[in-house]
Each structure stands twice: as C-alpha cells, then as structure tokens.
C-alpha cells in the first residue's frame, strides 16, 4: 500500500539516524559538540567568542600539562616556557619570513617537542618536588631569554612583536569577521589535540606511561623503557602547549615577554588542579576557572565593600574597606575561591561530577 | 575501577554542557559609545594584582577625581561612569578587559591603561574599532603616531627626551665626562639610554665608560654601583625604578663614591626615594620634573597643591599621601576632564580626539609652573616640556634651574 515519496524515506533516514546516535551516545554528543562549535560565533558576541577562543587555548594548555602530570606522575612549574615558544615560533615565523599563520602551528608543535624532549633528559634525574624547581627555574628565565641581546631582532626585545597586520581574514570569502574565523580555526585544532590527547591515553603508550606514574619500578620490571617514556612524555606534554601557545599568538596578535611570566605556568598548574589531575576533558573545567574567576574575583571584591559599607551603617565601628582599596582584594578573593575548591573538592571538579554521577546514577536504580 | 568508567562514559559531558551554555549566552550589543543625557562611561585597565600592582593606585586616584567631578555635579551635566578593570599587566588580559569594556560596557573611550606591553596589545584593537586610546600611562617614545594610529595618544614626557636633556647638559658643562650608565633591564631602562647616548652623538661611545643593567627581579644593585666606581666613571646617569635608585643612592654614600648624578625623574620622589636613601646623600643630584612633588616643602601653600591635599582628605582617605603616583593620578584625570569639557554637549568619539589633539596651554593643577600642556593635529605628545633641577639637602627640596626644556623625541 505505503509508496515511498522522498519526504518519507528522508524521515525514515533522519529516523534511523537518530535511532543509531541514540544507541552510540558517544558519537551523538561529538556530533551536537560539532554543531554547538559551528554556530556559535554566529550568535555571541565578539567578546565573548574571544573570551571562549581562549578558553579552549587554555584547555590545550592545561591538557598538556594534564599528560605529564596527571598520566606519567611528572610535576612541572614551567609550562609557560613551552606556551611562549610556541607562540613566538608562530610569531617570529610570520614577522620574519611572511608565513602564513596555519604553517606555523606544526612547526611550533614539532619546536616546542624538541624542547620538551631535551628538557625531559635532565628531568629524569629529579623526583617530585626538584623537578618542580627546575621547571620553575624554567618558567622564570624564559621572559628573559627572549630579552637577550642576541636574539633581540627576532624577538623584538621587550616589545614584543605585533601582528595585528598579519592576523588572517577568513579564506574563500567566507562571510566571518576575524573573531569567529579565529575561534572556528582553535575549535578545529581543539579537537585534534583531544582527539590526540583521548588516544594517547588510552593506547599502549598511555597504558605505559600511567603504569610509570604507579609505580616505576613495576612498570621498569615489565619491560617499560621509563627514561624513553618519561622524555617522550615530556615532548608530548610541551607539544600540546606550544600548540596553545601559538593559537594565543593567532588570538592576542602581540607576543611579549610580560605575555609568559610565572603567572601564566601556575594559571596552567591551578586549571589543571581544579578541573581534575589525570582526566582530560577537566581541562574545559580548569579553564573557565583561570579565565572566569578572576573577573568574578574582581565583582565579588567590589561588592564586599558595599557590603561592609552597609554593615557600617548598623556597627559604626566595623573597618571599611572602601570603594577603592577593594580593587586590591581581588587577589584574595580569588585565593578564598581556591582554598575553598581544593577543601571541597580535593580531586577536583572532576571530582565533584564523577560524584554527581555516581550520586544521580545509584538514585535511579 | 568503577570510577574510571564514569570517567570514561560521562567524558564527553562538560564538553556538551559547555557548548550548550556558550550557544545560549551570546547576543548582539547595540552601537551607542558610552554617551547618554545622564552619564559618560569611560574605561580603564591597571594593575590592581599582580607584580606591578604597586601602580594600582594611579587607577584608585582616578576613580576618587570623577567621584569629585560628578559630587560637584559631573562634565556638563553628565555623571562619570569610570569602569576599571584589572589586567595584572598581562597584555592576554589587557586585550580581554579592554574588549569588555569596549563590547559590553560600550564606553565611550579608553583612558590611561598602564604600561607599554599592554598598551601595545590593545593598540591594534582600539585603532580598528575606533575608539580613543587615550593618554596611555606610558614614557615609551611610539605613543605620539597620529598617522598610523590616530585613536591613540601618550601623555607623560617620553624616556628619550628627558635622557636628551641629560646629554645635553653633560655636553655643555662637563665635556671630558667619563660616563656611567645604570639601567633596568627593560624597555623603560633601555629608551633612557638611547635617548642619552643619541643625545651625545658620536661622543657616546667615548664618552659612556661602562654600561651596568640589573633586573626587575634583582634584590640590590650594590654590585652594579661597585663595578660602576671601578670604571673610573665621573658622571653617573641612573635609569632606575624608586626601590633600587634608592638603594643605588645609599650604596654611592656607603663607599664614598661621589660621581655628578643624574637621577631620571621616575624615581626623584623626596618621599619616596631621596628619604629612604637619606636627604643628605643626596646633595647636588640632577633630575628634571614637570609636576609638583607634594612632599617638597617650597608648594606648601600652592593653590593647586593645596587642592590636592583637600582632594585626597575627601575623596580618597585610604591613599597614601606620599605616593607621586597619586598626584600623577589626579593630574592625568583633571586633564581628561578638560577635554570632555572642551568636546562640548556633542560627545562622539571623534570629538573627544579632536579635543585632545588641539589641547592650547592647558593648565593643571599640578604642573610645574611654566609647563602648558600643548597638542595639534599632528602633535600627539601632551607633555614635553620638564625642567632640570637639582637636589638641595639642607632645605629637602629640588631647586629648579635653568629654561623649561623642550623635548623633539617624536616617533620611533
């Protein structure tokens, strides 16, 4: 009886897609993840597709050291030196030689391996907290490095290098404004690296590197090459951030040396902290928290003082903080915020959703 | 084991929830910059946090004189929203407070953000969207480009200029001079001397004996100054920040090395540096000035200064007096005040650059007296006029000789 018009076999193939996603809920959140990247530049503002932009900068970042910390038990202090070589490889790449920006990206990938790599030799001789202390060493001498006379002309010295002009226009006409074009191109390289960071862990290599992390002398009684593992892990770790590195030099179009000092390799150690050691997609979760809370650190510091203010009203004696002297509070505030996560989430936001999970699962059955 | 399979089958959640959240939240702003019948908005980023947070009270100084303009009822009959942010001098988050500011907040202009990475960072931004830039709280030569950046204007007197005027005068008194050069490791430090050695032409290099730089991060420059005396240097030329002029100053007296001194005017604070380092240590140091220093007692019944002192009782208590960053603050934001007042009822953007760029001997209550701040068209260098002065230990005061000196440093 039934004729097969399109509309209908188009319906019964929207069906059993819906059918097959709906099984393979994996794919299907992929795919709406897809969906969710490609529209949203059309719909949010500038700001905040930049703001976002650099949220998934910092998540490649935070991922990174995530492999090295989390997965091979390895601590580091100083991944703002391989976020800086990787942005200025990108930069110099496009100042010096005219590079189109895409190029650069592998480039600073493969720098920023080699120096992972090299740095990883002498790391193995040092155990938790002195490696921690010469990748803080690393993180503090970096900014100056690229002071350094010699190779001033390529760097720019203290000023840095701009790139305003060189910041691509969407290819092929593509009716995008630089920001969404900015974010579609890191979204893409977002997902490659996850893509990368989600098989690495979980292939042999992974399996490797985490028995390292458990206990080395088990792994090294296996058979497991540690030092090979421990360097190359490292290199790892440092490609992924050089790789963010160079998309924030795509992003800020200005490369200087106050870009990369110590502050930025502890925001990478805190969101790599907050979001969840050794669980990869925290590194989303640690990165809204370095991008967000300290702009909510700097609201929260601002109302205090109303409120002490107010309380002033009723105790007359109580201290005011005064309208101005709360711009210096924000410090603390975002200090009270992460004493208080890490209390009550020692393991993280992950942590705390893994509960959450646990918790909503156990309530339906 | 059973975690780790939540981890492994809820992976993909934060991801998703993210991209729902990011979707929902965007929307379109309309195009009205900062000016309505009520209120002008003006923007700012400073270092409330961060390793130069100690600048952060030039941004409180500021938010305490609109706190005054709008008490004695606001820029023609408009209230001053000044909107400040906190970029910790990270020029990442620079770029990203100074676009809130322009994106959400829609202010009408951004003016003073502080320090030349950052300045550099959201230059290219600002110029492109078209809004002000103004009066960068920087002494970086590159801020005076109407041509290829004419939404952004400096305002201090740059580095080079003043180290200009040091060379000039070591040209014309001491000839045979055997020049040493103390500098900080930066492009603060660096932009003194340029503009000292280009100052001396092609004596620089006979002249300047032995060049010491130290670090920001350096604890003394004890060695430095050690080295410098050695060299056999009779002029010393002292490009340093407060905390280590200071130092440089009280380790000179410690090892009776007694050099004609040439101290830049970013650390010539009788509070803040000539008293740590003891008045009489000081005697017969050279530096140039363009605002009154309200620790000097010669402006103590100074109309202007007198207005300063009144205006930090009331409108900004928690300040500390001694701070040249605070009368800094006040006398940048009377300028802006100014120049809104001169813009007129019709506040565009471009009126307030057109203002700003044909400011005539303007006249505030902290410069120096003779010193008019002037610009054109073609002249985006407020303040270029300083005069020498010489450090006088027995009345704990600079006394001021000689013209008021013009600087021709433009452009870089």
Known sequence: MKTSTPVTSVIAAIGATVITLAQNWKLAGFILVLIAGAIFPLCASGVFTFQITQLLIYAIAIAGLNLLTGFNGQFSLGHSAFYAIGAYVSAVLMTQLDMPFYLTIPIAAAVCFVFGFLFGLPALRLEGIYLALATFALAIATPQILKFKPVEHLTGGVQGLALFHLKPEAPFGLPFDQDQWTFYVTFAVTILMFFLAFSLVNSRSGRAMKAIRDNHIAAKVTGIDLSLFKTLTFGVSALFTGVAGSLSALLIAFVAPDSFQITLAIAIFVGMVVGGVGWIPGAFLGALFILFVPNIAEHIAFGLSAFFDLIRKVIPFFPSIGEQSAKGLTGTVYGVFLILLIYVMPSGLAGLLRLAVQRLARARS | ?412
């Open chain 2, 1 to 412: 084991m059973k975690t780790k399979k939540y981890g492994k089958k809820y992976g993909m959640i934060p991801a998703l929830a993210l991209g729902f959240a990011v979707a929902m939240a965007g929307s379109a702003f309309a195009q009205t910059p900062g000016v309505t019948d009520k209120e002008i908005k003006i923007g700012n980023i400073n270092p409330y946090s961060g390793p130069a947070s100690a600048y952060g009270t030039i941004g409180k100084s500021i938010a305490a004189y609109f706190k005054m303009v709008n008490a004695e009822g606001g820029i023609n009959g408009r209230m001053v929203n000044f909107i400040s942010y906190d970029d910790s001098y990270s020029p990442p988050k620079a770029l990203e407070q100074v676009r809130k500011l322009v994106e959400s907040d829609n202010v009408l202009l951004v003016f003073q953000p502080l320090g030349t990475p950052g300045n550099t960072a959201i230059q290219g931004y600002l110029n492109g969207k078209k809004v002000p830039q103004l009066f960068v709280a920087t002494g970086a030569t590159k801020w005076g480009d109407p041509k290829k950046f004419p939404w952004t204007m400096g305002w201090q007197p740059n580095y080079q200029s003043e180290g200009r005027i040091y060379a000039a005068y070591i040209l014309k008194n001491h000839p045979n001079a055997k020049i040493g050069v103390l500098y900080q490791n930066d492009d603060y430090g660096k932009d003194y001397v340029k503009g000292l050695k280009d100052g001396l032409g092609a004596k620089a290099k006979t002249m300047i004996v032995s060049e010491q730089p130290y670090e920001v991060a350096d604890p003394t420059v004890d060695s430095q100054i050690i080295a410098l005396k050695a060299s056999g240097a009779d002029v010393l030329f002292n490009a340093t920040t407060p905390k280590f002029a200071a130092q440089s100053i009280k380790k000179m007296a410690e090892i009776s090395w007694k050099p004609v001194h040439f101290l830049n005017q970013v650390s010539n604070s009788v509070g803040g540096v000539i008293k740590p380092a003891g008045a009489e240590n000081a005697d017969g140091i050279f530096s140039t000035g363009y605002l009154k220093d309200q620790l000097d007692p010669q402006w103590k019944d100074d109309p202007g200064m007198k207005k300063w002192f009144a205006f930090m009782d009331k409108h900004y208590p928690d300040g500390d007096k001694t701070s040249s960053f605070n009368t800094y603050g006040y006398t940048v934001a009377q300028n802006l005040h100014k120049v809104l007042l001169a813009a007129g009822k019709n506040l565009t953007r471009e009126n307030v650059m057109k203002a700003a760029a044909s400011m005539k001997d303007v006249d505030l209550d902290l410069l120096l007296p003779g010193i008019k701040i002037n610009t054109s068209a073609t002249d985006f260098y407020p303040i270029e006029q300083q005069r020498m002065m010489k450090f006088n230990a027995k009345e704990n005061r600079w006394d001021f000789f000689g013209e008021i000196l013009s600087g021709e440093v433009r452009g870089s």
